[in-house]
């Protein structure tokens, strides 16, 4: 079973920055990845996505184009998610998650701005 392992994050000062990444372990072709948060009392919400093959297409979230970049590393079946200029509302624990209804959510890794 395909597994994503994510690892990354942590407390940071607001202006700071954190690279999250996710590996999908196993045998895969996925074919989308991503990532999503959900801060305390608020519902789980899209962050950004990349294809891993097809000219690599991003979607990002308004409330952070120009500050986090996903890539990926379609070799490695990895995703990466590069958070600048973070802000105390981006805090949140941050899922990784495959465009594949057999892959299971990663466990979530927790990003914490302070102000």
């Known amino acids: 079973q395909v597994q994503l392992v994510e690892s990354g994050g942590g407390l940071v000062q607001t202006g700071g920055s954190l690279r999250l990444s996710c590996t999908a372990s196993?045998?895969?072709?996925?074919?989308?990845m991503g990532w999503y948060r959900q801060a305390p009392g608020k519902q789980r919400e899209l962050v950004a996505t990349i294809l891993m093959r097809a000219g690599g297409t991003t979607n990002v979230a308004s409330s952070v184009k120009g500050r986090f970049t996903i890539s990926s590393d379609t070799v490695n079946d990895t995703v990466y998610l590069q958070m600048n200029s973070l802000k105390p509302e981006d805090t949140a624990v941050y899922y990784c998650?495959?465009?594949?209804?057999?892959?299971?959510w990663g466990q979530g890794t927790q990003v914490t701005v302070s102000s």
């Open positions: 998650h495959a465009d594949d209804y057999r892959v299971p």
């Open positions: 196993g045998s895969s072709v996925i074919a989308a």
